[in-house]
Nanobody
Framework: QVQLGESGGGLAQAGDSLRLSCAASGRTFGGYSMGWFRQAPGKEREFVAAISWSGRDTYYSDSVKGRFTISRGFAANTVFLQMNNLKPEDTAVYFC?????????????????WGQGTQVTVSA
């Protein structure tokens, strides 16, 4: 099993920045990709960004492209989401996830392990 823990969420105003972190522990091994998803109240969980094991390949949803940056830490079992120029529509619970097969999938079912989520609330 792989355990994931997110941190860094909180309250922000429109235009502010926040940085989310996620650390994987347990039976981690190489080759897996990591992704960020978010879920707003009453909405489906949606893809935000994904990064390959090496960190060289990334993929973003159109709604965050140019504002958010996903990266992996020196210890490859960590992933970050730098969120700049936040908007009220970014308000959601943000989840990190692991895909052991290393894809940059945008569909939640591709990812086998999930964190508990961290709340991000952006006011206008």
């Amino acid at each position: 099993q792989v355990q994931l823990g997110e941190s860094g969420g909180g309250l922000a105003q429109a235009g502010d920045s926040l940085r989310l972190s996620c650390a994987a522990s347990g039976r981690t091994f190489g080759g897996y990709s990591m992704g960020w998803f978010r879920q707003a109240p009453g909405k489906e969980r949606e893809f935000v960004a994904a990064i390959s094991w090496s960190g060289r390949d990334t993929y973003y949803s159109d709604s965050v492209k140019g504002r958010f940056t996903i990266s992996r830490g020196f210890a490859a079992n960590t992933v970050f989401l730098q969120m700049n120029n936040l908007k009220p529509e970014d308000t959601a619970v943000y989840f990190c996830a692991v895909d052991r097969h290393g894809s940059l999938g945008v569909v939640a079912t591709v990812y086998e392990f999930w964190g508990q989520g961290t709340q991000v609330t952006v006011s206008a």
